[in-house]
């Protein structure tokens, strides 16, 4: 009978902190999470075109948008533009320190047509390259990455530019890569260096040394 008694006093127990527990879970709060908070900023905050084509962000912390009526970039809390680009359909970005490089085109079926690379600083233009006919910039790939030189996607091949060279001698003095795949869809300098490409076959890797392209994934 005792038993009995003290098996029913300990289950009593048992159940009455059960159910606290889950009140006390049931008033418990908890807040947002950084990752769920989302703003959308459209025209009618100073957008240049709703639809964005690139994103970049500078090391001063200023974000940069491609759209097709031109370059815009945030800050100080508000939309602004880039006033010599304004109106040009900017298609691709690359970023390093605070240095942007802009690539504006014609969009005229698979290549964009009569390319140019901006060098953007402080939110100004400081030197314009046109990209040569024979170099074919393949529309709606992300092509364009900024290290020391500029890496472009371009006819089937990714290229380096060193961009300190003067004007003509820039594409010029291009090195091909001889990468040679026609399904790259984009290409990214990692933040501890190297040069990546996604492509349709997997993501690939440049040997610097050795002056090739080895498969990172799948291997």
Request: neutral net charge; charged residues 15%.
């Amino acid at each position: 009978m005792k038993q009995n008694l003290f098996s029913t006093l300990c289950f009593a127990v048992v159940l009455c902190c059960v159910c606290r527990g889950q009140a006390s879970m049931r008033s418990q709060r908890v807040g947002t999470f950084a990752q769920e908070v989302r703003v959308n900023y459209t025209e009618a905050d100073g957008l240049l075109d709703n639809e964005v084509q690139a994103l970049a962000v500078c090391a001063s912390g200023e974000v940069y948008a491609a759209t097709r009526a031109g370059l815009g970039f945030y800050a100080q809390g508000k939309w602004q533009t880039v006033p010599s680009l304004k109106g040009q359909a900017v298609w691709m970005l690359a970023c390093q320190g605070n240095t942007v490089v802009a690539l504006t085109g014609r969009s005229g079926g698979e290549y964009l047509q009569a390319c140019q690379i901006h060098i953007v600083k402080s939110q100004r233009v400081e030197r314009l390259f046109p990209v040569p006919d024979q170099f074919r910039v393949r529309a709606g790939v992300k092509g364009m990455a900024l290290d020391t030189e500029l890496f472009l996607v371009a006819s089937n091949d990714v290229y380096a530019l060193n961009l300190k060279e003067t004007d003509d001698a820039v594409f010029a003095r291009a090195r091909a890569l001889n990468l040679q795949n026609p399904d790259i869809r984009q290409i990214a300098v990692h933040q501890e260096g190297g040069l990546y490409v996604a492509a349709r076959s997997g993501l690939l890797g440049y040997d610097a040394q050795a002056q090739c392209w080895t498969p990172v994934y799948p291997q």
